[in-house]
């Protein structure tokens, strides 16, 4: 046993959306960013009924970039810049809010019949003070165009920044790592490395520890800085490395409006109410409505 390698350990809060259920590990009050994550959600993994699917209606962000992930099923992308994209596992979706922007998740039309599967990560990184204004943009970038390390039953997948030797093509706005390690089953060692000021370790699923302590699934942990650590297994995983350099000040949260100030926020909310976002042009029919006490709220 060492000592005690975690700042914190966050645990989650589940939310079941009818058929499958969502994990948030951030934003936490224990801890708002790890780097520049503000928003860290684990989606399933679950198989859907029949003639079902997801249906995440029209909804706006402002100030943020959307980092979408999977590793089971697919979803369709729309939004107000008049982009379509399906989303498969391995492949990354890039949405920067900026300014503003709507967009629709729906479960492909061709997959509903038998039932779609769903699994994956979603997290919203927000956007340097510079930045938070810019004009939205999209970008899917495929799993073949995804960097990954191979090595005996280990996969690593270099999501976003640069890690060992690797470094992925989707765009960064600030000092970004973001990594998915799976190993497969039997005993196995990954280490961490201490470059990056803030790393947070997410495991998704299996069997794992770091110095004897032993990871829970569906548990963030937000590392020491400057300590190595290595994640071992006796069964195999799968986990997600997150983090990079501080953000510049504070961030605030409001259902799907990230900002550094509560004005801006407030005034999201209102231009939202008063239909001054543009809808999806091919997914306009309905959206969805700002509630009056959101499931994410502002920390601090």
Request: proline fraction near 9%; include cysteine; charge should be negative.
């Amino acid at each position: 046993m060492t000592d005690d390698p975690f700042l914190h350990t966050l645990l989650p809060t589940s939310h079941d959306l009818g058929g499958f259920k969502v994990h948030r590990t951030l934003p936490h009050r224990e801890r708002t960013m790890i780097g520049p994550f503000i928003f860290f959600d684990q989606m399933g993994p679950a198989r859907l009924a029949p003639g079902g699917g997801i249906d995440v209606r029209p909804h706006p962000h402002i100030n943020l970039a959307t980092v979408t992930y999977l590793f089971a099923g697919a979803i369709d992308h729309r939004d107000s810049l008049g982009t379509f994209a399906t989303i498969e596992p391995g492949a990354v979706n890039l949405m920067t809010a900026g300014k503003g922007i709507t967009h629709s998740e729906r479960s492909p039309a061709a997959l509903r019949p038998d039932g779609p599967t769903l699994a994956g990560i979603q997290t919203w990184l927000a956007l340097p003070t510079a930045r938070e204004e810019m004009d939205a943009t999209f970008e899917h970038v495929a799993a073949s165009d995804i960097p990954a390390i191979y090595d005996d039953r280990i996969e690593a997948r270099v999501i976003m920044g640069s890690l060992w030797g690797e470094t992925s093509p989707v765009t960064r706005h600030s000092p970004t790592i973001y990594a998915h390690v799976r190993i497969g089953r039997g005993s196995a060692s990954f280490p961490i490395g201490a470059e990056a000021d803030e790393r947070g370790i997410y495991l998704v699923g299996g069997d794992a520890n770091i110095g004897g302590l032993p990871l829970l699934p569906q548990t963030m942990y937000v590392l020491k800085p400057g300590v190595e650590v290595t994640v071992r297994t006796e069964e195999g995983c799968d986990f997600m490395l997150c983090g990079g350099a501080p953000l510049d000040g504070p961030r605030h949260v409001f259902w799907n409006f990230v900002s550094s100030r509560r004005d801006r926020i407030n005034q999201a909310k209102e231009d939202w109410k008063a239909g001054r976002f543009a809808l999806p042009p091919d997914d306009h029919d309905e959206f969805i409505p700002l509630p009056e006490i959101p499931k994410t709220v502002s920390y601090p």
